[in-house]
């Protein structure tokens, strides 16, 4: 069984710098491939960010693609992954998920198999 916590979801100001993390427990082939999806104010989820297993591949959507960065430290047991997002924007507000049990990188969200609960991303003006 897989378990995903995240952290990090914070108010921030237009042009700040935001780091989430995601500790995800369970066997690393479980957890496969993770990945964060985030959900805006009533709207639908949407792909954020995508690691493969063992971290080489990545996969970013396009509102964040050159301001975002996601990594992964892979330990026996337990997987930390982390979504750096630079130059935030009022868009960015969102609930941001994480996501593992994919199988490669994907931007399908119905591809995970486990979620965490979520972290409150909220950017003002």
């Known amino acids: 069984q897989v378990h995903l916590v995240e952290f990090g979801g914070d108010l921030g100001q237009v042009g700040d710098s935001l780091t989430l993390p995601c500790v995800g427990s369970g066997r690393s082939c479980d957890i496969g491939a993770m990945g964060w999806v985030c959900e805006a104010p009533g709207q639908a989820r949407d792909f954020v960010a995508s690691?493969?297993?063992?971290?080489?591949?990545?996969?970013?959507a396009e509102f964040l693609k050159g301001r975002s960065t996601i990594s992964r430290d892979n330990a026996e047991a337990e997987n930390t992954m982390h979504l750096q997002m630079n130059n935030l924007r009022p868009e960015d507000t969102a609930l941001y998920y994480c996501a593992a049990g994919a199988g490669d990188i994907t931007a399908q969200a119905t591809t995970y198999k486990y979620w965490g609960q979520g972290t409150r991303v909220t950017v003002s003006t």
């Open positions: 690691i493969s297993t063992s971290g080489f591949n990545t996969y970013y």
